[in-house]
């Protein structure tokens, strides 16, 4: 039994079964391509607004007194621009737009997003201030922002990876996450954590060989004399987990993992078990649990159900309803996205967002 000072691994606080499969769940949402595409249609809205507003100015001869100029609207769409990048290359599979480098499309889309983040945060306690009067629509354009952070951080802080190395792995298992598993909606059956028998494990601060989901497990780091020689051997089942499992990137060095034991909480060096290798879109495809992806942030509250429209020409229906017929149904705005429904299964989200779906007959 492995023993952290005072502290032996039974006095970690762990996730029941029940957790780590809303654990899983989760990862694979917030790392998935229907999240980020949700994402950048937050951050196509806000540079929306920001066009608005900038226009706006110029027409009324306000170019050189408003406090969103030019300039900083470029920005805005190069920014933009590295977010479509990275939902570009995630639909090709490709999974190192989360890490923190030269592929790191995300990051780089962050940047202008945390400057206007904490430029907020400073004009709403007084040490900042705006031209109110010759900047049009700044009241849309901070409502998207803010509606844009929030969709982001729903996601980011637990997939994308951060700038510094030395770090614990983002997700850790206290009262709080244990809170909010709890708190979040999932399918009527979740999947079984996968227990793989091939296993692969990489240690803290090794090159990690893969993207995917990993769970640290406790297990006897090798002398270094068993590492010259190449005889270390390959920790065995049964394994004893020794905290949260993360998403993990392939070609980063292994994290440290956090373990809280009451009120305390310690970073240590691990062993991590791959339990999920994340090879999603490389052939193509979208996996179908992905159409019935929710999302909390940010909170927008329907004040009504959703509507369901059946006529002699059309038939139509907002994500949420109950199919009235069945047949395949088109997403009105992208025609060329489908699905397969039976009369009074749900009509889904698209791309994370509710839509109305028309039935083509």
């Not at 654990?23 to 607004?49: E, P």
């Not at 929030?150 to 792995?169: H, M, N, P, Q, V």
């Not at 927008?300 to 229906?317: C, G, H, L, M």
């Not at 017929?325 to 967002?353: C, F, I, N, Y």
Request: with cysteine; hydrophobic share 35%.
């Amino acid at each position: 039994m492995t023993q952290y000072g005072n502290r032996k691994i039974n006095d970690i606080m762990l996730p029941s079964p029940s957790e780590r499969q809303q654990l899983f769940y989760l990862l694979k949402k917030l790392s998935s391509l229907t999240a980020w595409q949700r994402i950048l249609g937050f951050y196509n809205a806000w540079a929306d607004a920001t066009e608005n507003s900038v226009r706006e100015a110029d027409d009324r001869g306000w170019t050189n007194e408003t406090s969103l100029s030019h300039s900083e609207y470029a920005y805005i769409l190069k920014c933009l621009a590295h977010c479509e990048e990275g939902v570009m290359r995630l639909k090709k599979g490709d999974k190192r737009v989360f890490k923190f480098d030269a592929n790191g499309e995300f990051a780089m889309a962050r940047r202008i997003l945390s400057h206007y983040s904490q430029l907020l945060e400073r004009i709403d306690i007084g040490e900042n201030r705006i031209d109110g009067e010759h900047t049009p629509r700044w009241a849309e354009f901070r409502e998207a922002l803010i509606q844009l952070a929030k969709a982001w951080g729903e996601c980011a802080k637990y997939i994308l990876e951060s700038r510094f190395t030395d770090e614990a792995a983002p997700v850790r298992y206290n009262e709080w996450l244990k809170e909010l598993l709890h708190s979040r909606k999932y399918p009527p059956l979740l999947h079984e954590v996968p227990n793989p028998k091939d296993n692969i494990f990489v240690r803290t601060g090794e090159l990690t060989p893969c993207s995917g989901i990993w769970e640290p497990i406790d297990a006897p780091k090798p002398s270094l004399i068993m590492l010259l020689l190449g005889k270390a051997e390959k920790p065995e089942p049964p394994f004893a987990i020794m905290g949260a499992m993360n998403y993990l990137h392939g070609g980063s060095l292994a994290p440290t993992t956090s373990a809280f034991i009451i009120d305390d909480s310690v970073d240590m060096d691990t062993t991590w078990r791959l339990l999920w290798r994340d090879d999603r879109y490389i052939d193509g495809s979208v996996p179908e649990e992905e159409k019935y992806y929710r999302f909390t942030q940010p909170d927008v509250k329907r004040s009504t159900q959703p509507t369901v429209a059946v006529n002699d020409q059309i038939t139509w229906a907002e994500s949420g309803a109950a199919a009235p017929k069945a047949g395949r149904w088109l997403v009105e705005s992208d025609m060329a996205t489908s699905v397969e429904l039976k009369a009074g299964e749900l009509l889904p989200l698209h791309q994370g967002r509710t839509v109305r779906w028309v039935l083509a007959e």
